[in-house]
Nanobody
Framework: QVQLVESGGGLVQTGGSLRLSCAAS????????MGWYRQAPGKQRELVAVVVFSSAGSTNYADSVKGRFTISGDNAKNTVYLQMNSLKPDDTAVYYCNAVGADYVRGRFDKWGQGTLVTVSS
């Protein structure tokens, strides 16, 4: 079974930086996409950034984070990172890692990590 483990959340002041990491493990055949989503209190979960390994590592960002966040991934290591700079209080949320791909046992998977809290103080 595929599992995702996230790390790197925490408390930071406005304008600060954090780096999130997510590693997928298990009987992975391939990963098509890995990305980061976030959910703030009282709001729906939203896409932050995604890297598409199956499309030569192309990336996509939410408009609200463009120019401040950078997603990168290592397909060989089944890992994805999110470098977050110039953080704002509006970035405060639980950040979830997501991976979509296929494993050797059950075929297609769409997995979520347990979430890591990012708090930006004003």
């Amino acid at each position: 079974q595929v599992q995702l483990v996230e790390s790197g959340g925490g408390l930071v002041q406005t304008g600060g930086s954090l780096r999130l990491s997510c590693a997928a493990s298990g009987s992975i055949f391939r990963i098509n996409t890995m990305g980061w989503y976030r959910q703030a209190p009282g709001k729906q979960r939203e896409l932050v950034a995604v890297v598409v390994f199956s499309s030569a590592g192309s990336t996509n960002y939410a408009d609200s984070v463009k120019g401040r966040f950078t997603i990168s991934g290592d397909n060989a290591k089944n890992t994805v990172y999110l470098q977050m700079n110039s953080l704002k209080p509006d970035d405060t949320a639980v950040y979830y890692c997501n991976a979509v791909g296929a494993d050797y046992v059950r075929g297609r998977f769409d997995k979520w990590g347990q979430g890591t809290l990012v708090t930006v103080s004003s």
